[in-house]
């Protein structure tokens, strides 16, 4: 692999410096959804005309996408991941169902749909042992009580994706590779789906909507941001540098309301549109991680982290364009 040597590199760049010289072939799993996208837009603006012989994505069924640079692309079934030929050697694993599904289906069903993705690639990697695995997991495998999550009843999003860090390290290690698992809290940045279901999107499609802007938490509540795509692309770099990383994912810690203005900035509404009741005895809600891994890992593949103004300009520039 190339050594990066500029200071401000764009996560495209270093998704190509990986790459750059090797004769990795990647399977992206989840490649409809938010990172899964992202993945393959990433990669197939970096391999360029090499990326239909190189790269495959899986979703629950086939279809075709578009990448960002306009070529269709045909997504597998994930059932056909464990015969893919020529074998994966690198693996971006971004199958899941998301937190919100777990009320229409019931713990039981969502956990067991869940647990039979985990096994389809977790047989996948068994067979083809691919050296470089990368796994997305969450920052809510932090636990309220300060463990990580561990029951299934109360907390079933966060209690699987716990297992999917341990079964996944674990099978990587017996199949001698290297795993790579981001922990992520919030992210922004394009191809975002369901914007309803974060609180950045939510705030945009009220502002593409003229406003209000309803901030519905009384209390102070705290998140960080950092891009998509930086996330994907530091997890590739590290997985192709050959080392084992688990990292929650960094950024400025902003309070809710604040992001609420940054949105009403970009969007050139005035300030009184951000409507918000508080509760002066309401607890603060913070979930952010500990960034510093993913930082020192940024500096030293010289990947440039863009700032959370300019990560909700390009979030708006997505969604008035989605």
């Known amino acids: 692999m190339a050594t990066v040597e500029s200071a401000c590199v764009r996560p495209v760049d270093l998704v190509a410096d990986s790459l750059r010289g090797s004769d ?28 239909p ?24 079934p994930l059932l056909d991941l464990v015969m893919q030929d020529p074998p994966p050697t690198t693996l971006l694993h971004f199958a899941f169902l998301t937190r919100d599904k777990v009320g229409a289906l019931g713990v039981d069903a ?35 009580t300060g463990r990580l999550a561990a029951d299934l009843r109360s907390d079933p999003y966060g209690t699987l994706k716990h297992v999917d860090e341990l079964v ?10 290297v795993c790579v698992i981001p922990r992520v809290f919030n992210v922004a940045g394009a191809r975002m789906t369901k914007p309803g279901l974060y609180a950045l999107g939510s705030m945009i499609g009220m502002a593409n909507a003229g406003g209000p802007i309803e901030v519905h938490a009384r209390g102070r509540v705290y998140r960080a941001y950092c891009g998509v795509d930086e996330v994907v692309a530091l997890a590739v770099w590290a997985a192709l540098s050959d080392r084992d990383a688990v990292f929650d994912t960094c950024g ?6 604040d992001l609420a203005h940054l949105v009403v ?17 309401a607890v603060p809600d913070r979930y952010v991680g ?18 959370l103004p300019a990560l909700v300009r390009e979030t708006s520039e997505w969604l008035r364009g989605a």
């Open 110 to 144: 969502y956990a067991s749909q869940n647990l039979a993705i985990t096994a389809t690639v977790l047989d996948a990697i068994a067979k083809h042992k691919p050296g470089h695995v990368v796994v997305a997991s969450s920052g809510a495998v932090h636990s309220t």
């Open 252 to 257: 400025t810690v902003v309070e809710i309301g």
């Open 168 to 177: 996944f390290r674990a099978a990587t290690m017996d199949a001698g590779g």
């Open 24 to 51: 990795e072939f990647v399977a992206v799993t989840g490649a409809t959804g938010w990172f899964g996208a992202v993945a393959l837009d990433l990669l197939y603006e970096a391999l360029g005309e090499e990326a």
């Open 265 to 281: 900035h970009e969007y050139g509404l005035p300030a009184d549109v951000v409507m918000r009741t508080w509760d002066a005895d």
């Open 53 to 76: 012989a190189r790269v495959v994505g899986y979703a629950g069924s086939a279809r075709e996408v578009v990448v960002s640079d306009g070529r269709t692309v045909t997504v597998r």
């Open 290 to 307: 500990d960034g510093r891994l993913m930082e020192a890992l940024a500096s030293e593949a010289g990947l440039s982290l863009r700032s």
